[in-house]
């Protein structure tokens, strides 16, 4: 109970029902008591011209001194239902005539309320307005109200010249025609009326707080529980949950805003998190890198001491240079380690991509020949040298195989590995590394990835709303992350970050006919791209002039276990591993930075049981 | 200084030192160990070394302290350091504390031998100099030092800032007089990465050694020196100005400069 009397709406409902409670009371309230006293002067009225009338009709019978017939007069309207007493006092203060018979003859004291208004400055007054002769009062208690009007009866030529002479020329006031009329009645009209505004007033102000209440609810309530619920989300560390408002009010404005908090939050989080996983990981190998280079260190010094002092020992000598060249190995390896937390660039020499191949074959055929795998080496001995990181590259090799050589278990297998020389056009494999707005946002989006790429993110505006698109970062590949298949009329591509418009005016897909999008693309030009996700169809000039390129092609399959379809689109992201306690997850993102930082791709195929392929390009040139 | 060493190994890896110990004594040195750096300044208090290797992380008393108290002692030995932890910063911050010569761990015994030729010779010429000092013989010169608003990391390399923003790279006279005559120069790629503290270029003597180059500036290289490539006599004729090896863009020169030694401090 106590939180229904908290809540906004609530109080909203009870501010306004107070509010139209406190105006329609005051509204009723004058209104009952102007309606009142509007009954009350008609009533007064009619008792006024009632007196009139009675003091008229009786004055030929005064003057002729007829009291049978007065009485009878006066005894006939006394009969009237809403009328209780018609007296006539006279001067002494003597009743002479009465609708109640009892009356005649009695005394009337001078204080009497009848007499008061006259009465009350002990010397009477002769001349009185209508509303200070009329009185309202109760005879007894809990009886109906009665109004009672005094008519002074004054004096006439024709009454002290009457031939009773009963009055005198100097009085000038004879008597007065005192008659009282029952207000029942009328008090019951002011009642039902009273009753009739009360029930409006009750009504009124019923209707209006359900009304409001009613909006209330659809405008504040409801969306701010919406916020509540997702602050509660985001307070529990879903940072995900997004609050689908599309309403154009503050609320609504309330909702987009905290929802572009949650998401700028949850990048901020992600970031976070990534940086304090490379910052643990650049802590750990700089561990590792000063432990074990110690060890190392004692064992290049001392081979390769013994290398000098055995060169007319050729058996032992090429023996030693293999201790040597792996250890010098090593030592690149701990380096690289380093570099990897520093994310450093590749040191590429000229070096033939089979004879890395070779090497790293070197290193684990053992471990192939105990798990009883057959390694298929399909290699193209005319394949040009090309300009990489051998050791990078060895490591990629390595890597690969060891994860191959995992998939396919102990019971045996093959694994391929093919290379060829390769001519593709840019088109389907060339990467979109960086994309920007016309006012030079970014546009890539390292938080979507599509296999390991990070996304171009656009956004579409419409009438309706806003949507989210995760464009494929590879030209003409059209893999796009998106919930649209066809541009609507209204809608239209801009920056999610500034708004602008992508689209590009004027310009229709010429496969198509759909609207065209643009952004740039720094030092390669503009990237065009079709609307349409059935058609495609894209452009990019600048990498299309440089015509068709020569790529090394590695291929390296195995019959293993497979990869799972919805772990394929994640096994290029750090720390994903599907080895669990066995692997760091560090693998494949390693080699796929290694390959990215060689302007190469890599990509992944595979059927669960049937087996998983790799495949690198490596462009034989780098693009200028 | 009764007794007298040519080296003086300090680390505190007992593998190292005999390692370190074995190749130099082959070579015909006189070699002094040290597990710590602590008994390394008492027997630096008793004896005379020629050159001094040090590692860098030790416990307790690291190769930086070490250094700084070898400086404060006045100790004109020169110090060659290494390290297991070989980050640049590393690197440059021992070249810049009075270090002769930075190798990373692990290394080849050609590579700390080379090294420790190098310090010899460079005891010999810082020698020389000084007898030429006191004989106030101002005629020979032994050795040029680098032009006056150039920067150098340790006594090898030299960087000059350029009007373009671009530094130009090479090495000192000082550093070619440690090492018998260059025979030939191996240089890196156009468009390649150089980074502070690390090989740039390699110098291959006429007795055959190898001598690593360390950049004092990371950056891109734009521009080689094909002339010195060509003719390498170009280089020991005129190292500051003919004999420059790269020009680079740097990546982040003006934080990088305050950790090389400028070089108009030499004239004070």
Redesign the interface.
């Given at each position: 109970m106590k939180t229904m009397f908290n809540k906004i709406g609530f109080k909203l409902i009870l501010a306004v029902g107070v509010t139209a409670l406190l105006t329609i009371g005051i509204f009723s309230y004058f209104n009952i008591h102007s309606h009142s006293a509007s009954l009350l002067a008609e009533v007064e009225l009619g008792a006024n011209q009632l007196s009139e009338t009675i003091i008229h009709s009786t004055r030929y019978d005064m003057l002729l001194n007829q009291r049978d017939r007065i009485n009878k007069i006066i005894n006939t309207i006394g009969e009237q239902p809403s009328i209780r007493t018609v007296r006539v006092i006279n001067k002494s203060g003597a009743i002479i005539y009465s609708s109640h018979q009892a009356d005649i003859g009695r005394m009337v004291d001078k204080n009497e309320e009848s007499c008061y208004a006259c009465h009350a400055a002990n010397k009477p007054l002769e001349r009185l307005p209508i509303k200070r002769r009329t009185r309202i009062f109760r005879p007894v208690q809990s009886a109906p109200r009665v109004l009672g009007i005094i008519s002074p009866i004054y004096n006439e030529e024709s009454c002290w010249q009457a031939d009773c002479h009963a009055h005198q020329k100097s009085q000038t006031v004879l008597g007065v025609l005192d008659i009282t009329i029952s207000l029942e009645e009328v008090d019951k009209q002011i009642q039902k009326s009273e009753m009739e505004i009360i029930i409006f007033a009750i009504t009124a102000v019923l209707a209006l707080s359900f009304i409001i209440g009613f909006f209330v609810r659809r405008w504040v309530v409801k969306p701010v529980n919406e916020l509540l619920k997702a602050t509660n989300q985001v307070g529990v560390g879903n940072l995900n949950y997004t609050i689908k408002d599309r309403r154009k009010d503050e609320l609504g404005m309330l909702a987009r805003s905290f929802n572009n908090m949650t998401q700028k939050l949850s990048e901020a989080r992600m970031q976070l998190f990534q940086s304090d996983k490379m910052a643990s990981l650049g802590r750990l190998a700089?561990g590792v890198?000063?432990?074990?280079?110690?060890?190392?260190?004692?064992?290049?010094?001392?081979s390769?001491?013994l290398?000098?002092?055995t060169e007319n020992n050729p058996e032992l000598h090429e023996d030693l240079k293999v201790i040597?060249r792996e250890?010098?190995r090593?030592?690149e390896i701990v380096?690289s380690l380093?570099d990897f937390a520093r994310q450093?660039?590749p040191?590429?020499n000229e070096a033939n991509i089979n004879e890395i191949i070779e090497r790293s074959v070197l290193v684990i055929e053992n471990q192939l020949t105990i798990n009883h795998i057959k390694l298929n080496k399909n290699l193209d001995l005319s394949l040009p040298t090309i300009t990489v990181d051998a050791n990078q590259m060895q490591q990629v090799f390595i890597n690969l195989i060891v994860n191959a050589a995992d998939a396919v278990g102990t019971n045996g297998g093959t694994i391929s590995i093919n290379t060829a020389l390769i001519t593709l056009s840019p088109y389907g494999i060339t990467h979109i590394k960086k994309a920007i707005c016309p006012k030079r946002h970014d546009l890539t989006d390292n938080e979507y990835k599509i296999d390991g790429m990070p996304s171009i993110k656009l956004k579409i505006l419409s009438l309706a709303g806003e949507d989210i698109v995760h464009f494929d970062p590879v030209y003409g590949r059209n893999r796009h992350l998106t919930n649209i298949t066809e541009l609507k009329n209204d809608e239209k591509v801009v920056c999610p970050q500034c708004n602008t418009s992508l689209m590009e005016e004027n310009v229709k897909c010429p496969k198509c006919g759909s609207a065209v999008i643009s952004f740039d693309i720094p030092t390669q030009g503009k990237f065009e791209s079709c609307t349409s996700k059935s058609c495609g169809w894209q452009r990019w000039d600048a990498v299309d002039n440089e015509g068709k390129r020569e790529y090394i092609e590695i291929k390296l399959s195995d019959t293993g276990c497979g990869i799972a379809k919805e772990d394929l689109a994640r096994i290029f992201e750090p720390f994903f591993s599907t080895k669990g306690q066995k692997g760091t997850g560090l693998g494949l993102s390693v080699i796929w930075g290694i390959i990215d930082n060689h302007n190469g791709t890599i990509s992944v195929e595979s059927i669960i049981n049937k087996g998983t392929t790799f495949t690198i390009h490596l462009p034989l040139r780098q693009a200028r | 200084m009764n007794k007298q060493f040519d080296i003086l190994v300090i680390d505190d890896?007992q593998?190292?030192i005999d390692?370190?110990n074995?190749?130099c004594s082959?070579e015909g040195f006189k070699v002094d160990t040290s597990i710590d750096a602590k008994d390394a300044l008492e027997k630096l208090s008793k004896y005379s070394y020629k050159i001094i290797v040090c590692d860098i992380?030790m416990p307790d008393f690291d190769g930086f302290e070490f250094l700084d108290e070898i400086m404060r002692r006045k100790i004109t030995s020169p110090v060659i350091m290494t390290?297991?932890?070989?980050?640049v910063e590393n690197a440059v911050m021992s070249l810049y504390k009075g270090a002769i010569d930075f190798i990373?761990?692990?290394?080849?015994?050609?590579e700390?031998l080379n090294s420790i030729i190098r310090a010899m010779k460079y005891s010999e010429v810082q020698k020389m100099l000084l007898a030429s000092h006191i004989q106030e013989d101002d005629a020979t010169i032994i050795y040029v030092p680098c032009p006056a608003k150039y920067y150098r990391l340790g006594y090898s390399s030299w960087a000059e800032e350029e009007n373009a923003g671009s530094i130009l790279i090479g090495v000192t006279d000082l550093f070619l007089k440690t090492i018998e005559g260059v025979e030939e120069i191996e240089f890196q790629?156009i468009d390649?990465?150089i980074?502070q503290g690390n090989q740039c270029a390699s110098i291959k003597s006429k007795d055959g050694l190898a001598h690593n180059v360390l950049s004092p500036v990371t950056g891109r290289i734009i521009e080689r020196n094909e002339e010195v490539l060509k003719d390498v006599s170009i280089l020991e004729k005129d190292p500051y100005f003919n004999g420059w090896f790269y020009r680079i863009i740097p990546s982040e020169s003006e934080y990088e400069l305050k950790h090389l030694i400028p070089c108009s401090s030499d004239r004070l």
């Open positions: 700089a890198a000063h432990e074990i280079n110690n060890p190392l260190t004692g064992v290049l010094t001392y390769s001491f290398l000098k002092r040597v250890t010098k090593s030592r380096k380093l450093s660039v040191k590429k | 890896e593998v190292i390692a370190v074995k190749i082959a992380m390290t297991g932890y070989s980050t990373p761990k692990p290394f080849t015994a050609d700390i790629k390649e990465e980074i």
